[in-house]
């Protein structure tokens, strides 16, 4: 399960980006970008990140996942679509050659920081 690798790794970007000024503040939420290609599930992401994350200052920290679609352009006719199977040609003019727009991401739009004061 390389989510548990995943977690760990968002945990500690998390935890670097609260400021010097704010140590005793905890982190409310973390609002991720995953792309449906990226091999991610959700929910074992949420549940390795919130063993990772107990007794520190991200316990109780919402991961709000956004699942980003695969979008492809043809190289050849400029079509652009959101594929839906594990097809990847071009619906318009069946050529193979196609470019991948998203759908492999994993990444950390913004985390969200409660001051304790």
Do not use: Y
Not at 10 to 38: C, F, H, Y
Not at 101 to 112: N, Y
Request: net charge negative.
């Amino acid at each position: 399960m390389h989510e548990m690798g995943i977690a760990m790794e968002i945990a500690d970007i998390a935890t670097a980006s609260i400021p010097e000024d704010m140590q005793g503040a905890k982190v409310r939420r973390i609002n991720l970008q995953v792309g449906k290609l990226s091999a991610i599930v959700a929910d074992s992401l949420r549940f390795c990140f919130d063993l990772v994350v107990k007794n520190t200052p991200l316990e109780g920290a919402e991961l709000a996942i956004e699942e980003v679609p695969v979008v492809a352009r043809c190289k050849d006719c400029q079509n652009r679509w959101t594929v839906k199977e594990a097809v990847f040609t071009c619906p318009s003019c069946r050529s193979g050659a196609v470019d991948l727009l998203s759908g492999r991401e994993l990444d950390i739009q913004s985390i969200e920081i409660e001051d304790e004061d």
